[in-house]
């Protein structure tokens, strides 16, 4: 696990979706060292959609053999549907108040990785030096923070997705909200023997080791007690120079949109926005500033790396010329909007649950 690695160029990344082995897959997925995909920071960021991934695995397998990757394809178009549908609200408590709630801060031996829980220690430890964690270490971090040490899952996730290189803001707040019993009908809690069994740990007498009626929901251990207030901030890279023809075609890239085939042959100035605004509302690490801006100088050929915010660069003389996809993140752009490649575009607006939603869009694979 620890020696994951997630290469830049287009087509190593294709490569990637062609090995995926969709059995292999179903099997062991919830294990740490079972055969996920590692595409999510391709995903997430815009540079592969969604039905390009089902697509390719799905020459090679069948629609039965395929299912529960589909299926997990499909959830992150499920949160993106509900952030359509809801937009801001999904950094609120979306469906019932998290309870009960402590306080708003982190617990300070989850950001030092010393909870005393080796699976998630680790699991955090990898968090810092690669930039990704498996999907059910990221729930045993959030049962942790917010259903034994009983913080809100806000800061919490805001220092996750401070950390992810596939920081998705829909899948990151309403996962979390989801393990906190905010956006769920019912809290998601683990013990030990549940977490050594998919972390390959073999700990006992931690304060997990019990069985489920026993775990410790009403009283915060020790451990778990001391918090800190999070101070996340973004450091952006200098602006290249920007020369722009007056009637030349201007393309937006940002850091959910970094699609090397979109307009590719076209002519036009290509530019890699990074809006100040939006980072300090939302803060990512160097790893994962460094991260964008490396995907999108080695496939996307001339683009320029501009840190401002769209108001302040453009013109809305210049509206006709800008070309951008659609995304929740940028409804204050002017200009030619394309929709983004979805799974299935006629099914839009809010389900209320996952299930609700996968029964709409099953039939189309
Ligand atoms: C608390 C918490 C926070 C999360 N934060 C993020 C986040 O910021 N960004 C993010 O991309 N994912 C997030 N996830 C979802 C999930 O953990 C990751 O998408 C997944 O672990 C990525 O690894 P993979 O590509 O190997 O996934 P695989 O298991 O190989 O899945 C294939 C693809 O399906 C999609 N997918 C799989 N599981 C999920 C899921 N539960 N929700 C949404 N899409 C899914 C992803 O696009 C993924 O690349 C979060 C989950 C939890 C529990």
């Known amino acids: 696990m620890n020696d994951i690695e997630f290469p830049i160029a287009y087509q190593d990344i294709i490569t990637r979706?062609?090995?995926?082995?969709?059995?292999?897959?179903?099997?062991?997925?919830?294990?740490?060292?079972?055969?996920?995909?590692?595409?999510?920071?391709?995903?997430?960021?815009?540079?592969?959609?969604?039905?390009?991934?089902?697509?390719?695995?799905?020459?090679?397998?069948?629609?039965?053999?395929?299912?529960?990757?589909?299926?997990?394809?499909?959830?992150?178009?499920?949160?993106?549907?509900?952030?359509?549908a809801k937009g801001d609200a999904i950094f609120t408590d979306?469906?019932?108040?998290?309870?009960?709630?402590?306080?708003?801060?982190?617990?300070?031996?989850?950001?030092?990785?010393?909870?005393?829980?080796?699976?998630?220690?680790?699991?955090?430890?990898?968090?810092?030096?690669?930039?990704?964690?498996?999907?059910?270490?990221?729930?045993?971090?959030?049962?942790?923070?917010?259903?034994?040490?009983?913080?809100?899952?806000l800061a919490p996730a805001q220092w996750m997705y401070y950390h992810l290189l596939d920081g998705d803001l829909a899948s990151n707040m309403l996962s979390w909200q989801w393990v906190a019993g905010a956006f769920s009908s019912k809290k998601y809690v683990a013990n030990q023997e549940n977490i050594n069994r998919y972390t390959n740990t073999h700990q006992?007498?931690?304060?997990?080791?019990?069985?489920?009626?026993?775990?410790?929901?009403?009283?915060?251990?020790?451990?778990?007690?001391?918090?800190?207030?999070?101070?996340?901030?973004?450091?952006?890279?200098?602006?290249?120079?920007?020369?722009m023809a007056p009637e030349e075609k201007i393309f937006i890239y940002n850091a959910y949109n970094l699609d090397p085939l979109w307009h590719k042959d076209e002519k036009g100035t290509r530019i890699l926005l990074l809006e100040p605004t939006l980072y300090a509302r939302f803060p990512v690490s160097k790893k994962v500033i460094d991260f964008?801006?490396?995907?999108?100088?080695?496939?996307?050929?001339?683009?320029?790396?501009?840190?401002?915010?769209?108001?302040?660069?453009?013109?809305p003389s210049q509206k006709n010329n800008i070309y951008y996809k659609e995304h929740p993140l940028n409804t204050h752009y002017s200009g030619n909007e394309a929709p983004r490649d979805w799974l299935c575009a006629s099914v839009t607006g809010y389900f209320p649950s996952f299930f609700n939603f996968w029964k709409k869009i099953q039939n189309k694979f």
């Not at 045993?140 to 809100?152: E, G, K, P, V």
Request: aromatic residues 10%; contains cysteine.
């Open 94 to 153: 979306l469906k019932q108040p998290q309870v009960p709630v402590k306080h708003q801060q982190i617990p300070t031996a989850l950001i030092e990785a010393n909870t005393g829980i080796e699976g998630i220690d680790t699991a955090i430890e990898h968090l810092y030096e690669t930039g990704y964690m498996h999907n059910h270490a990221r729930m045993y971090t959030a049962m942790l923070t917010c259903n034994i040490a009983q913080a809100h899952w």
């Open 292 to 315: 964008i801006i490396s995907i999108a100088r080695t496939n996307i050929p001339d683009i320029k790396i501009i840190v401002a915010d769209f108001k302040d660069i453009f013109q």
């Open 204 to 243: 006992t007498e931690t304060f997990l080791d019990c069985d489920y009626d026993n775990l410790p929901l009403e009283h915060i251990p020790e451990v778990l007690l001391s918090t800190t207030p999070v101070h996340l901030q973004t450091t952006l890279p200098e602006s290249d120079t920007l020369t």
């Open 17 to 84: 979706i062609e090995n995926i082995h969709p059995i292999q897959y179903a099997k062991t997925r919830n294990y740490l060292s079972g055969a996920v995909s590692y595409l999510s920071p391709y995903i997430a960021r815009g540079i592969i959609s969604l039905p390009l991934v089902a697509n390719l695995v799905l020459k090679k397998f069948t629609r039965f053999e395929a299912e529960k990757f589909l299926q997990e394809l499909a959830w992150r178009e499920y949160f993106q549907r509900v952030w359509q």
